[in-house]
């Protein structure tokens, strides 16, 4: 499934390759194909590939004294002006010298003599120098194996911002290479790279915060870094893409926008993507294969595999129906600290009477995933205090929870806290903050916000009253099928007709 997971990947299917190149500052990012393998794990360290069909320079034909040419002259005297300046302590220019001998560009190639000149310029501070040393000691081909080392020409390139070096950061210390296993750690360099635009750290940071690992578990948040991801192609953000919509994590459940990203991830040769397709297909015997892969890969790579396979039972998707079986799946990843399992055990207690009664954990397991800071589980449990559903009635402890949730962004909360200031229950009573929160999620596209605004323009509340305005929300809202909006934009077009109505008739 493509999440993060405690297991190693399948290294060949996830490598990332990124050639060293012989111009300066060319450590471009490179994208992941992800392989057939049931997890996307986090992307593998990107490499510069030292295969020998890169590294070796053509071979020259044996017994033939070919005079050099003026080029090949040419060539030579500007390799030996470079080294020279290396050779004076031009930083740069060792830089280019140690490229060259890495890969056999211009000289034979020279693994001792790359690795001298890579090091004089990256103890001069260079970062590129200290990223693709540290590429060359993790990848160990030519050289002894380091992942100490690596680590530490990261840290080094990474203080200069080298956008490279903050990825794999996260990938050393997401998976305890060379480092203690830290996930406040790998959020904290997949951070720093996603901000400057790296779609595979934007993945792998969505990962843990659908997760919970290194961070409070926010999957709206994620689901936004998928989103993000996957605007710059990452095959891995359109699979989580898909199953955030297919299982409703971190957004409302819609399985044509599922259907959507598992189609341009598959398109990409994801093999996920492409299983995902088949269960919600119509083909049967290609289900019952497809659902033996996912039992193994749960089997094999964790709670969120767990988790999805739960979904699958849960609702009959390329498997039977089976609601005690998604409930024993579900607890086992709940027990095993996943909030998103934690909280769908509890719904599952919550709206089926037969297994509350089974499962008295209902609050429990609700309460457990709310404290971990699922966002979800806070606006769930802001409802349960606010309509006396598995707890007495206290309108302070819903608006609390409402706003734990809605200050993690996520939408129904922002509502909720909104409506909360609108009447004065568990807040005081604040016109202001009612429609700041509305705005919150109605920028964001939310359709009831977007709804609740233009009744606040067409009465006047807490905003000079402006029936174009009123009109304008109502129609957004509408467009993305809120009911109460569509049977409002009816009379759409007498508000318009009012408001530009001259203002002596």
Known sequence: MSQTNDTEPAEDNQMVENQVKDAENTTNESENQTGETPVVCPSEPEVPSTTATEISPEA?????????????????SEFEELLKLAEE????????????????????????????FYSLSADQDNSDAQYELGMIYLKGTDVEQSYEKAKDLFLKSADHN?????YNLGILYQKGRGVEQNSEEAVKWYTLASKRGHSLAMNNLGQ????????????TYAVRLFRKAADKGCPGAYCNLGWAYLTGTGVDANQELAVHWFTKGAEKGNLECKNALIILGTDEAAKKEVAE??????????????????WMYMNGKGVPRNPREATKLYRWA?????????????????EDVGVAQKDSRVLEWIMLAAGQGLPEAQYRLGWMYQNRKGVNRDLKKAAEWYMKAAEKDYPKAENAIARAYMSGWGVPQSDEEAIRWYRKSADRGDAEAQYRIGTMYLKGRSVERDLKKAAEWYMKAAEQGHEKAIAAIEGAEELLKEADKPQDE
């Open 162 to 166: 080298h956008i490279m070096a903050q």
């Open 89 to 116: 302590g031009d930083v740069s220019a060792q830089l280019k010298v140690g490229r060259k001998y890495w890969k056999g560009n211009e000289v034979e190639r020279d693994v001792e003599k790359a690795i001298k």
């Open 60 to 76: 020259p034909v044996e017994n033939a004294a070919t005079p050099e040419t003026s080029e090949q002259k040419s060539v030579s």
């Open 293 to 310: 892969w996912y039992i193994n890969a749960s089997r094999k790579w964790g709670v969120e595999a767990q988790y999805r396979l739960a």
């Open 208 to 219: 843990l915060y659908m997760l919970g690992r290194g961070t409070a578990p926010n999957p």
């Open 334 to 350: 709940a027990e095993r600290g996943h909030a998103c399992s934690q909280y769908a055990l509890g719904m599952i207690a919550l």
